[in-house]
């Protein structure tokens, strides 16, 4: 007889899950679940940018409180170097009192100290919390300058000075032009000033007569007043030439026991000379 046969017994299974199909490039371990994909679609707060907000506003509220501060205005002014300019004054020219020390500007408050003729230089510095120190060098006498009678001392830049004296045995110079008027806290001929420093490192050429002064004219510039005469430089440039001219005229001069009555040195190689008996000549001086 025939017998059927008894397939063998298959162990239970666990139930299989369902089946996800997968995203594109991705695989089942990526996928969002269902709670993640109601998460996603919540906007959320974009807290960087509210951390970065509230951060300026903080800030931009800091500044204004400092920038309106009464206790940031400058309610100290203090005043160094000055010796003939009254302290006040030039806290006044400043006007920097009651400014705010951030935004006060300290450049033109130095333009407008510099106003005052007395004053050649001026640095102002910031002192924390609430002043300002300022520094000023006053300007001094360094020669005279004649004009219509009356002697002004003037400083080296040529700034005329008033109520100053000259310093004692220092130079004169006589303007014999009646033009430029002269006035407190104007500038003499710059050039003429820049020639006569020269001339006095120079000193008077070797065996010379001594120089007892200078004059000076708009039209002919600086010359020199000597013991024997007048040397007309008229102005600074070519100034090694020029004095290396006189040098060879007072020689000249010597070698013919004669005095160097005058000589103008404003032409070049052919300078206008007068020695002697008042004899006019004209000698060439050729360039070494």
Do not use: C
Request: positive net charge.
């Amino acid at each position: 007889m025939w017998s059927r046969r008894r397939r063998p017994q298959q162990p239970p299974t666990a139930p299989e899950s369902p089946v996800r199909r997968p995203r594109a490039g991705g695989d089942y371990a990526n996928a969002p679940t269902a709670t993640e994909r109601v998460r996603r679609s919540i906007p959320l707060p974009r807290w960087r940018w509210v951390i970065l907000t509230i951060s300026l506003a903080t800030v931009f509220a800091a500044a204004m409180v400092v920038l309106n501060s009464p206790l940031l205005e400058i309610r100290s002014v203090s005043i160094h170097g000055t010796q003939n300019v009254s302290r006040e004054s030039v806290a006044q020219l400043s006007g920097l009192r009651g400014e705010h020390i951030l935004l006060s500007n300290l450049g033109e408050a130095r333009e407008r100290i510099l106003t005052q003729p007395l004053i050649a230089e001026v640095t102002i510095d910031r002192v924390w919390p609430n002043g300002v120190r300022i520094t000023v060098q006053e300007r001094t006498p360094w020669a005279g300058w004649e004009a219509a009678g009356q002697v002004w001392a003037i400083d080296a830049e040529g700034v005329v000075l008033e109520g100053f004296e000259p310093p004692a045995n220092s130079v004169t110079v006589r303007q014999v032009s009646s033009l430029p008027a002269m006035r407190a806290g104007t500038h003499v001929d710059l050039e003429a000033i820049d020639l006569i420093r020269r001339l006095i490192e120079a000193q008077e050429p070797r065996n010379g007569p001594r120089v007892l002064g200078f004059e000076w004219a708009l039209r002919t510039g600086l010359t020199v007043i000597t013991q024997h005469g007048r040397v007309t430089f008229g102005g600074a440039d070519g100034f090694d030439f020029k004095y290396s001219v006189w040098q060879e005229l007072e020689l000249e001069a010597q070698r013919r026991g004669e005095p160097l009555l005058a000589a103008d040195l404003r032409f070049g190689t052919r300078p206008s000379v007068e020695i002697g008996l008042g004899l006019g000549r004209a000698v060439r001086i050729l360039e070494p």
